[in-house]
């Protein structure tokens, strides 16, 4: 089944979310990305809305790693994802 890139960092936000532990207010602090843009990443009423790489670095830094260990998940896989 194929899905947005969008939802593909809604599901690996998710999953580590629970792998560490900690709330989407957590990872705003850690990750210095507002609490409400956060919000607005994981709405589900923003399908249209891309998530910039620079906010995706920030992210994937709250979570104390590099962005290439957060998108090196099989999420990301291109074969399952609309462009």
Do not use: C, W
């Not at 999953?15 to 990443?41: D, E, F, M, R």
């Not at 104390?64 to 090196?72: A, K, P, Q, V």
């Amino acid at each position: 089944m194929e899905t947005t890139v969008r939802v593909a960092v809604i599901n690996r936000i998710n999953s580590l979310l629970a792998k560490h532990g900690i709330t989407l207010y957590k990872l705003a602090k850690q990750s210095n990305v507002p609490y409400g843009t956060l919000k607005n990443i994981m709405s589900a009423g923003n399908e249209n809305k891309a998530v910039n790489l620079s906010t995706a670095i920030q992210i994937a830094q709250g979570f104390g790693m590099t962005i290439s260990e957060f998108l090196d998940d099989p999420t990301f896989n291109e074969d399952n994802l609309t462009l």
